[in-house]
């Protein structure tokens, strides 16, 4: 690879005709499509001090919000959605990983959309594979209530919502011509849930590494654990593909 580069944040959702309770949603989809746990990708050195920005940052919710969104919500509306963004205790944020361009070389070219959306079908299978898997063992994921900081799985809710992001883009692909007709709105709200859901593995997995040696391991889904790292690669890459395929139909409106 000849390098990295750090592409800018997404165009801002059309917020026209949302409701308070939809604005604040979109504006968090917005955010965790753009921003990530820097735990995933920045270098942390403790002799340096901590996390070394190498992306810029650290980011603060509230002031990327007041920025993208400031002159079409409320100052009540940005508080909420970055409150609810902050709720975990992440206050400072890094740029996200699919904001990152590899400068490919004449071996390694990205694939064509087309190749890329001819495959994201199979993807969606799988991933409403995985969403049904994990409700089957939902009784392995927290049934029996273990302390909050031993759970690691997804919850009904997460389960629910990616499989209305899952439903949304197939809709978007069953249009003629799709790759130019598409509507960009369903597909940039279903890849910004699909982020929040990754950072969410991502921190159910960090934290299992810690419980699981430690003998806490029965607030953790038997099948989650097992396949962790083929979850988060295809939730990762759909992901991927739906933020190329969003920027690609935004260009030609």
């Known amino acids: 690879m000849n390098g990295v580069d750090l592409g800018p944040t997404t165009e801002m959702p059309d917020l026209e005709g949302l409701n308070h309770a939809e ?16 735990a995933q990708t920045t270098p942390y050195e403790s002799a340096e001090g901590g996390y070394q920005w190498i992306w810029g940052g650290p980011h603060d919710p509230a002031d990327e919000l007041y920025d993208a969104f400031g002159d079409a919500v409320t100052d009540e509306e940005v508080q909420a959605a970055a409150d609810e963004i902050q709720s975990g205790g992440l206050y400072e944020w890094a740029p996200n990983q699919s904001r990152m361009f590899e400068e490919p070389d004449d071996e390694e070219l990205p694939l064509p959309l087309e190749e890329r959306l001819a495959a994201l079908r199979g993807q969606l299978d799988e991933l409403e594979q995985t969403v049904q898997g994990l409700r089957d063992g939902a009784p392995m994921m927290g049934h029996n209530q273990p302390p909050e900081d031993q759970r690691i799985g997804l919850d009904q809710r997460d389960l629910d ?65 097992d396949n962790r790292v083929e979850i988060v690669q295809t939730v990762s890459t759909v992901a991927d593909t739906l933020a190329v395929l969003a920027q690609h139909i935004q260009m030609l409106l």
């Open 161 to 225: 919502e990616v499989q209305e992001c899952i439903n949304a883009v197939r809709s978007e692909l069953e249009k003629p011509e799709a790759i130019v007709r598409a509507d960009p709105v369903p597909i940039v709200k279903a890849e910004g849930i699909l982020r929040r859901i990754i950072n969410k593995l991502h921190g159910w997995i960090m934290a299992g590494v810690k419980a699981v040696p430690a003998g806490v391991g029965a607030g953790v889904g038997e099948k989650m654990w």
């Open 23 to 38: 604005r604040v949603e979109a504006m968090i989809s917005w955010f965790m499509g753009n921003f990530e746990d820097p």
